[in-house]
């Protein structure tokens, strides 16, 4: 395997890596604050072209392989892990389903919005007795006539509130079990979609959750993604592209943390010297930057493998695992390094740690990757 990023992943890591300095780092503090969506950015994300950036370029996105969509949510990940959140959600579990499962007419229709037309997008999979066990939905769609009526909630869906457009897992058939679901492209605009309530989390606080809520709401038959039936196989799918992405976050949060501690310990004198010339701190930084090099390279040879149209389930479960319990050990460390500083909320790095819990949690807890990764090599 080439190691080397091409030209255009290295532009796309400076574009992005320029923009998170010049236009998140300064608001990044305020929007964890305020638990503010970062609308104005995400409106420029859509103008340079990141949001939607993996999307063919006949129908508005960039035609941008999967390590710079990588490499995009991991620099602004190093700032601003709400705004990576969004960007990953909207590329990977809502732009990804519709371009690798959707008709031609739901393409030319979604994706330019998802594109030039600046909606957000969404992926709605989990409720409230279905999380790790995503097979366990109780929400329905039953076809009648022209459209399918749909009934239940969906909690935890990220751009839950900001959403236009959802890509929505529900049963068609219920007693064929994981081979009754069905996906669904739903816009927020049809009678009976609502959004429930918005959560107040731990972390991620620009990033917004919320429950959406079905109500005898009328899903046009044309919007079924895929055939009926095959819901859980393009839930699963596109969590694997997911993860890809999360790790990618992972890292950004970890490296953001480390950069923070180091320009921090740089200039912290106790017993007469900065503390960054202590042998245990050195050893502390050797050891995060061995995670971030090889989080690195988990991730983006998921992403590689990915482009190849070969299964990369094993790949993407790998690196997301890796990656964020680093992230986890990393941005706690960081927080130690600072002393009491870091419990504060004068420097960035406690923001990083509660950002950075998430990881280890949505799109398959740590123990799911576990089971994912034996069960493919068992
Ligand atoms: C901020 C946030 C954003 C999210 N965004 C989205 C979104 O956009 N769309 C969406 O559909 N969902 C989203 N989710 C949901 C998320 O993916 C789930 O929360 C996650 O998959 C875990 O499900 P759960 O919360 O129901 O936990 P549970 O499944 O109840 O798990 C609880 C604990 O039990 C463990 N466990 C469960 N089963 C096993 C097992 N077989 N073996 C060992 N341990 C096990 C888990 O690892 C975990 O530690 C989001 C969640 C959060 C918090």
Redesign the pocket.
Known sequence: MDFNLTKQQEMVRKMVADFTENEIKPIAADTDRNSEYPADTIKQLFRYGVMGMIVPKEYGGAGADDICGAIAIEELSKQCASTG?IVA?HNG?CCGPIIQHGTEDQKKKYLPMLTTGCKVG?????????????SKGTTTAVLDGDHYVMNGS???????YVADIFVV?AMTDPSKGTKGISAFIVEKDFPGFAVGKH?E?MG?HG?P?AEIVFTDCIVPKENLLGVEGKGFNIAMQTLDGGRIGIAAQALGISEGAMKEAMDFTKSRVQFGKPISKFQNTQFKFADMEVAINAGKLLTYSAAAKKGTGARFTKEAAMAKLFCSENAMKITTEAVQMFGGYGYTKDYPVERMMRDAK?TE????????Q??VISSNIL
Not at 122 to 133: I, K, Q, V
Request: net charge negative.
């Open positions: 959140d959600t579990l969404a992926f709605a999979l989990t409720e409230p007795n279905a999380g790790s066990d995503a969906k909690i935890f869906i990220t751009n839950g897992f959560e989390k991620l990033s959750t998430i949690i949505y799109e398959g807890t740590s123990e799911i576990r089971i």
